[in-house]
């Protein structure tokens, strides 16, 4: 610690946010650093990280958002993060100051992880949020009295509506004493070991040395240290250490005094505990045939909400796109550079953009229906079903968040413990349709699929769209059942999980998180679209020896004749011989050369299809009408349009079911630990894409 | 006595028991522990998992992992 304090005075104070699932640490968080956040992982393992700076007066304060958890004894990888940063002074994020966030309404719970902290002996605040909660219950709290018992300041907040985030930054500026209140003592377990152990790692608190010993595989910096694990492993068999005895041990004793803190300090003469509004939404949202017909409405009119709204701004984006590449294109002096600018990045360029609208509502609504409490329900009525299916309730979330993107959904399997059913989510997640084909269901959709109303009602494209992601949502099911059928395991399945009382959405939360996707997709996204899109332009706009000027002398005397020179210099690039090169394979299925070089780019990833085709269809010529209208009017050799009904539905398939996405790979290879996973991912999907393209294409045609 | 999983919608009980296993731990953490009371609120539309209120949030639980809580019947 004396080394921490001895670097340079800009050195940002630290403050850890830690709390239960639920108890609204993210919504403090947000408050307290608002636009100012990070989001990255932490080193090593893929748990999200948030990061964030806050303004006080005079003083930039950092603050970290750590996973949630009932107590500092881990039950998953999330929560032994959590464990590693407040326990490990070494740590980079080791906190100056914890602040505990304890959801009011359900005080005693919350206070187990509260007083695990106080235990550690570091400045620690304890901030009570959601009393409204408490309030409306007419439950009544001491604060001033469990203050004093608790040994540390409570701020009594409603991070909902800013209540008590001033008199927190406040408090945050002053200095504030390390508590010095025990909950537990770790005398009373008798573990002789403790005191030479904390020689060994050089630890004062005996509560810290505790955690260590039971948890030093969490924690890098003792881990890392071979001596100092040896010795703790020999210790442990020895002395025939039980830890899950040892837990339980600490875990009733902390109640207990929990228990008569209770008792001094909050009035609760509620006869029912319950959440009226509560009891009341799960009564319809849980119930035998309401809860699942709920379910499929909301799903279906998301769909029809992300496809019939987001049609107007992604109309005036793409004419934005169309005026500024004219302006640039006119305005400066023609040439390689002009071209490149015009068709590489420009309309690269507005392909990303043009899918923000879309995005930014499909995020918005997954954010409420996180926020309102609705997406734990959604885990409680299918886990019956998933269970079946090898999966579990909790694998909905990462499904579902699947339809954003499958990275960070992948990630969010680290919540289901058992392996088994976590490797079989992880394997059919990429089949759950995310944002990145979106842009490609949109164009083809729009190419294929007549703009016209059912009954005057339902968006023959939305239909269809719902539709996509239904077929992956069921490709992903059935796949799950075969994983089941082939994969052993005998480690045990649960599902014990807290289901929030429903709240209003918080509309901050909500433009916060859509925010934060946007930005993700532009500029981590964007990146590989626009280096891809350069490329290609250049792969496309060149040659292998004189065969651009063979074009040019053929049509030398014939007048109007610069579309097909430029269709014909296309065919002739090293585009066109790459896309020549897989059309034998890829013609069963509808597809030709063009949408062949487009495949090849896709599996860098598949928004990249869009710009792909942009480059494609803009190079060579002057008109500046949309992309979607230039394909439409793309002939075949024989004068037939090339996006017919048939090569569009198989195009679609091919899409929904073939993983083409690099940072998936990457990702399922960090999750699960071998390139086996990966590898069978790829190949399953791949033929799922080839063989249902080709079915659909041979019937169609 | 009887187990957690045999409750009836509104049914009121306090746990007596919890069977050790890898499951009782968690339990503990999120203060399912006996003396405590619980009451079943309901169940998913296939009639597994279940809904309980535990203290003052509510705690959704397989029918197999109720079947570890022994409970005694509160009128």
């Given amino acids: 610690m004396n080394a921490a304090s001895s670097k340079s005075k800009k050195q940002l104070r630290k403050i850890a946010l830690v709390g239960n699932p639920n108890s609204g640490k993210s919504t403090l968080f947000n408050l307290l650093t608002g636009l100012n956040q990070k989001v990255g992982n932490f080193p090593g393992v893929t748990v999200e990280k948030k990061t964030g700076k806050c303004q006080l007066d005079n003083e930039e304060i950092e603050i970290i958002d750590l996973p949630g958890t009932y107590s500092l004894h881990p039950k998953s990888i999330d929560e032994e993060v959590t464990l590693s940063v407040v326990c490990d002074p070494a740590n980079k994020y080791y906190p100056d100051i914890t602040i505990i966030v304890a959801d009011a309404s359900n005080l005693k719970r919350n206070l187990l992880l509260c007083t695990q902290v106080i235990d550690l002996k570091r400045p620690c605040i304890l901030a009570l949020n959601m009393m409204d909660l408490v309030r409306e219950n007419k439950i009544e709290i001491n604060t001033a009295l469990l203050s004093q018992e608790l040994g540390i300041p409570i701020i009594a907040m409603n991070a909902r509506n800013n209540e008590g985030i001033k008199e927190l930054k406040n408090l945050l500026k002053e200095n504030i004493a390390a508590p010095n209140k025990c909950f537990f003592d770790v005398a009373t377990l008798n573990i002789n070991f403790l005191q030479e152990l904390k020689g060994l790692i050089k630890v004062e608190n005996n509560y810290l040395a505790h955690l260590i010993f039971l948890h030093h595989h969490a924690i890098p910096s003792i881990e890392h240290n071979n001596e100092i694990t040896e010795r703790i492993k020999l210790v442990s068999k020895n002395e025939k250490i039980d830890k899950g005895r040892l837990q339980a041990q600490e875990t009733i004793i902390r109640y207990k005094n929990i228990n008569s803190i209770i008792q001094t300090c909050v009035v609760d003469e509620r006869k029912i505990k319950a959440d009226k509004l509560t009891q009341k939404l799960d009564a319809i949202l849980t119930h035998k045939v309401w809860g699942f017909a709920s379910f499929l409405a909301l799903l279906f009119l998301i769909f029809q909400f992300i496809f019939s709204f987001s049609a107007y701004p992604m109309e005036w984006i793409e004419q934005g796109f169309a005026l500024l590449s004219d302006a640039v294109k006119n305005h400066f002096p023609k040439g390689a550079v002009n071209d490149l600018v015009t068709e590489g990045i420009i309309s690269g360029l507005g392909g990303i953009f043009v899918f923000i609208p879309q995005i930014a509502f499909l995020f918005a609504f997954i954010a409420i229906l996180e926020d309102t409490g609705y997406m734990a329900r959604v885990s409680f009525i299918l886990d019956r079903i998933m269970r079946k299916f090898g999966l579990n309730g909790r694998s909905v979330i990462p499904l579902i968040s699947g339809a954003a993107c499958a990275v960070p959904a992948v990630m969010s399997t680290r919540t289901i413990s058992n392996w088994k059913e976590r490797i079989i989510t992880i394997l059919v997640i990429p089949l759950i349709s995310c944002s990145a084909r979106l842009p490609v269901y949109t164009l083809i959709i729009a190419l294929v699929i007549p703009q016209k109303k059912l009954w005057g009602l339902i968006n023959y494209q939305g239909l269809v769209l719902f539709s996509l992601y239904l077929i992956g949502f069921s490709a992903a099911i059935f796949s799950a059942y075969i994983f089941k059928m082939i994969l052993k395991s005998k480690e045990r399945s649960y599902f014990i999980m807290e289901m929030p009382v429903y709240r209003a959405p918080r509309w901050g939360t909500v433009v916060l998180t859509m925010i934060e996707k946007i930005k993700v997709f532009l500029f981590d996204v964007g990146k590989v679209i626009i280096s891809i899109s350069i490329v290609l332009w250049v792969l496309s706009s060149y040659a292998p020896g004189n065969r651009f000027e063979k074009i040019e002398k053929k049509y030398e005397n014939s007048d109007n004749a610069e579309n097909i020179i430029a269709s014909e210099k296309l065919e002739a690039s090293y585009a066109g011989i790459f896309g020549k090169a897989i059309e034998p394979v890829i013609k069963p299925l509808g597809f030709d050369w063009k949408i062949g070089i487009a495949l090849i780019t896709s599996f860098a990833a598949r928004e990249v299809f869009v710009g792909t085709m942009a480059t494609i269809y803009s190079v060579g010529t002057d008109d500046e009408s949309s992309l979607r209208q230039k394909m439409q009017q793309d002939k075949n050799q024989n004068g037939e349009k090339i996006y017919t009904l048939a090569t569009g539905v198989s195009l679609l398939l091919f899409y929904v079911f073939a993983m083409q996405c690099m940072s998936t790979i990457a990702v399922v290879y960090r999750e699960s630990g071998h390139w086996k996973w990966p590898l069978i991912q790829f190949l399953y999907m791949g033929a799922l894409a080839y063989f249902s393209s080709l079915i659909a294409y041979q019937l169609l045609a | ?75």
């Fill in chain 2, 1 to 75: 006595m009887p187990k957690l999983n045999t409750l009836r919608n509104g049914q009121k009980s306090v746990i007596t028991d919890i069977s050790e296993n890898d499951l009782s731990l968690k339990l503990l953490d999120m203060g399912c522990m006996p003396g405590e009371e619980i009451i079943m609120i309901g169940q998913a539309p296939l009639g597994d998992p279940i809904m309980f209120q535990l203290g003052g949030y509510l705690l959704s639980l397989r029918k197999e992992e109720a079947e570890n809580i022994q409970v005694e019947i509160v009128n």
